[in-house]
């Protein structure tokens, strides 16, 4: 049976949070936007995914850039600054009581329309900004056996259609690979770029060990992803080989190891692609030292954003 790396072991406490919406804090029965939304209507806005440890939220300045740069991309005016936004963030974490194994979904949409269509022109007042913290973890055992992928034929498609980069509420097409996993028997889809080699996965970005060197996509079609980025810096502080490069799905067949990465789950190793399995054991030798280096990480982070936190007035 396939399952998500996304899964988790419910948390009876999430009945009871309280979520951030356009200033207020709403139970959850409460946190309601409009039908009027654009992201409701169209899926017009930009979001982020955030991991808390320690009572920080991990990499926090990244995701902001990466948030601020794409509502500026498509012209849409947060109404916060960098500060705010945090600031918010934090209150939310702490009306929730909440300070490790949470997930943040921050979400940001153009506002509300006066009438459901796309021009942003008939778009009425502020964005809409919501908060959504949840007691959260990567099951263990799913990260433990590794993901099952298969290729589908849904590509990461060229910039002047839609961008990769921007991390959009649009994500039709990222959903429709899933689909095409999921009735396939697989975990996660495995994405070509528009020329055949291998760009990312559906919710996670991809890489393979040949030779003691790791690989990912050449990243041209596909999301800026944080913690793609801290992998290829653990490598780099590391001495580990790593480019950033096209391949090919035969290259992946040959591999010896194969991981994905992503914010709610960290390293993950692949145990198949396409039913051709790696040599090494799940997890292998280099994602073992992959997940302790992004550990190490993770708690040089956290102990940097609570410096930065508590010298603030």
């Known amino acids: 049976m396939s399952q998500s790396i996304h899964d988790f072991h419910d948390d009876p406490r999430n009945a009871n949070i309280l979520i951030w919406v356009n200033g207020q804090l709403k139970p959850r029965a409460e946190a309601t936007v409009s039908v009027f939304d654009s992201g409701f209507v169209l899926g017009d806005g930009v979001w982020e995914g955030l991991r808390v440890v320690a009572g920080q939220p991990l990499f926090l300045a990244a995701h902001l850039d990466r948030l601020y740069e794409g509502a500026k991309a498509i012209a849409l005016n947060i109404g916060l600054s960098r500060a705010e936004l945090t600031q918010a963030i934090r209150d939310t974490l702490a009306a929730n009581q909440m300070h490790d194994g949470v997930h943040i979904r921050l979400m940001v949409s153009r506002g ?48 002047d259609v839609q961008d990769p980069k921007l991390n959009s509420h649009s994500k039709l097409n990222c959903i429709t690979a899933c689909i095409q996993a999921i009735e396939a028997g697989a ?49 780099r502080e590391a001495g580990i080989p790593v480019f950033e490069k096209n391949f090919s799905l035969t290259q992946v067949y040959s591999a010896d190891e194969a991981f994905c990465t992503g914010t709610f789950a960290g390293v993950v190793p692949v145990r198949s692609v396409d039913g051709r399995h790696f040599d090494e054991a799940v997890p292998g030798p ?28």
């Open 112 to 159: 509300m329309k006066r009438t459901p269509y796309q021009d942003p022109r008939v778009t009425v007042g502020p964005a809409t900004i919501v908060i959504l913290p949840e007691f959260k973890l990567a099951k263990p055992e799913t990260v433990q056996a590794g993901l099952k992928l298969f290729t589908v034929h849904v590509r990461r498609g060229f910039p």
């Open 187 to 235: 975990d996660e889809a495995l994405m070509l770029d528009p020329h055949g080699f291998v760009a990312t996965c559906n919710s996670t970005h991809f890489f393979i060990v040949r030779k003691g060197e790791v690989w990912t996509s050449s990243g041209d079609y596909c999301l800026g992803g944080i913690t793609r980025s801290n992998v290829i810096q653990v490598c």
């Open 286 to 313: 280099m994602v073992l030292r992959l997940q302790a280096l992004y550990r190490e990480l993770v708690s040089r982070d956290v102990a940097a954003t609570a410096a930065i936190a508590g010298a603030q007035p």
